[in-house]
Antibody
Framework: QVQLVQSGSALKTPGASVKVSCRTS????????INWVRQAPGQGLEWVGW????????TYAQGFTGRFVFSLDTSVSTAYLQINSLKAEDTAVYFC?????????????WGQGSLVTVSS | DIVMTQSPDSLAVSLGERATINCRSS????????????LGWYQQRPGQPPKLLIY???TRESGVPDRFSGSGSGTDFTLTISSLQAEDVAVYYC?????????FGQGTKLDIK
């Protein structure tokens, strides 16, 4: 079965970096894009962007360019989200999610979420 | 960017009654070449990741109870829960996947009256 398992919670100080991992299994990793979605405490869902796992080409939503970086390690079927120069407002749960089907870009499989807390 | 606006922000419905959530997009998400609306509905319970309920605006995902249904086309969409169950208490989101960024609505919190 399709599974996306994310790394655990992280507590970081402002200005530091964090790398969230999303390890996948149960399907061919390079066949489906991986989306990243942010949810600040008590807030709604915000699409951060997605990465084409076949080409490695990322697409970032406005507001997530520059400090947010998607990457892949196809040898271990894992996607990564790195956030540099962390700010307090980056505190949120970050989800990775896979398209439901090849023909359906709606994220149908989700990781459990990774809480990133930025505090001095 | 396509802006997704849901209404209402919150809703309380009695058990067994109908719940209706609306979603409007700032531009059409209907792709004319295949006549499909690139609109999904998600349920998020506290402490859980979102769960896809409906895609193509009206296609129920496998395993989703048939009390959940989606309708609408173009810019106006509706999620209906025909007979509310206790486990349906959650926040519901619509999302367009017509063009990037794949924007979400602000969410609708559904409670029991």
């Amino acid at each position: 079965q399709v599974q996306l398992v994310q790394s655990g919670s992280a507590l970081k100080t402002p200005g530091a970096s964090v790398k969230v991992s999303c390890r996948t299994s149960g399907y061919t990793f390079t066949s489906y894009t991986i989306n990243w979605v942010r949810q600040a405490p008590g807030q709604g869902l915000e699409w951060v962007g997605w990465i084409n796992t076949n080409t490695g080409n990322p697409t970032y939503a406005q507001g997530f360019t520059g400090r947010f970086v998607f990457s892949l390690d196809t040898s271990v079927s894992t996607a990564y989200l790195q956030i540099n120069s962390l700010k307090a407002e980056d505190t949120a749960v970050y989800f990775c999610a896979r398209d439901l089907y090849l023909s359906v870009a709606a994220p149908g499989y989700w990781g459990q979420g990774s809480l990133v807390t930025v505090s001095s | 960017d396509i802006v997704m606006t849901q209404s209402p922000d919150s809703l309380a419905v009695s058990l067994g009654e109908r719940a209706t959530i609306n979603c409007r997009s700032s531009q059409s998400v209907l792709y004319s070449s295949n006549n499909k609306n690139y609109l999904g509905w998600y349920q998020q319970r506290p402490g859980q990741p979102p769960k896809l309920l409906i895609y193509w605006a009206s296609t129920r995902e496998s395993g989703v109870p048939d009390r959940f249904s989606g309708s609408g086309s173009g810019t106006d969409f509706t999620l209906t829960i025909s007979s509310l169950q206790a486990e349906d208490v959650a926040v519901y989101y619509c999302q367009q996947y017509y063009s990037t960024p794949y924007t979400f609505g602000q969410g609708t919190k559904l409670d029991i009256k």
